[in-house]
């Protein structure tokens, strides 16, 4: 006696090849509502670059990323000349061997930057799209059934002209109002006693158990001074330092 299984239309149409048809890639500048500064440099806008990936059977999937505060264009760069027409014609469900190809190809321009964010945000897309085909949510398709959320934090404390270091104790007393657990800010621009009235003002409006990140953005030159700097922080108990 034979044994027969049910094969539905749907999955029919998930076992054939999902060719790529399309690739777009464009680049959306946002402006800021007021300038905000690094501890190296002034923001007035933020570059993201979006790519859009259509298969034959019209589903699609979109990747995205920050591109920076100039020059994003080179992000949407990579996608459009380098990257997409190797990808067309291709099956969409082959991620890690279009990933692989995507990076021998980069040998020559440079397997970092904003090469790098432009093959970042096609895996997104080709991940994105091989889960909406199966309708279902992009975590899930990756395994994560651990959890169904993740932690989160405010990321903020910008310098601004005139910004006290109470405004700035304010400011993430505020998102902690909010339920954010964990905030982050700047440090870097200033002498190491006017950082360390920040943190300090910091730390005493959100209170002890709030996690506290520290974010220099590569304002210190050499390890002596990130070493100084973080030895006169560790009294107010930074969760990390990033970019020292």
Avoid at 56 to 70: P, Q, W
Avoid at 90 to 100: H, K, M, P
Wanted: glycine residues 10%.
């Amino acid at each position: 006696m034979g044994v027969y299984a049910r094969v539905t239309n749907r999955e029919m149409t998930m076992a054939r090849p999902s060719t790529i048809r399309t690739v777009e890639a464009r680049t959306i500048r946002v402006p800021l509502d007021a300038p905000t500064s690094f501890s190296t440099r002034q923001v007035h806008h933020r570059d993201y670059a979006v790519t859009r990936v259509t298969t034959n059977d019209g589903v699609r999937g979109i990747g995205f990323c920050y591109g920076g505060s100039d020059a994003g264009s080179l992000v949407t760069q990579g996608v459009r000349e380098l990257f997409a027409p190797l990808l067309v014609g291709e099956d969409a469900t082959r991620v890690e061997g279009l990933w692989d190809k995507m990076y021998a190809s980069g040998l020559l321009q440079g397997r970092a930057g904003s090469l790098m964010r432009s093959l970042s945000i096609l895996d997104i897309a080709l991940w994105d799209r091989n889960a909406r085909a199966v309708a279902m949510p992009l975590h899930r398709y990756l395994g994560g059934y651990h959890d169904e959320s993740v932690p989160a934090y405010a990321s903020g404390g910008y310098y601004l002209d005139g910004k006290s270091p109470e405004a700035l104790g304010e400011e993430l007393a505020g998102y902690v109002a909010l339920g954010f657990e964990a905030v982050k800010m700047k440090v870097g621009r200033l002498d190491p006693a006017g950082e360390e009235a920040r943190i300090r003002a910091a730390r005493e409006a959100i209170g002890p158990d709030v996690l506290l990140m520290l974010d220099a953005n590569n304002a210190w030159s050499d390890l002596p001074t990130c070493l100084r700097f973080m030895d006169r922080y560790e009294p107010y108990d930074p969760y990390w330092i990033e970019e020292p």
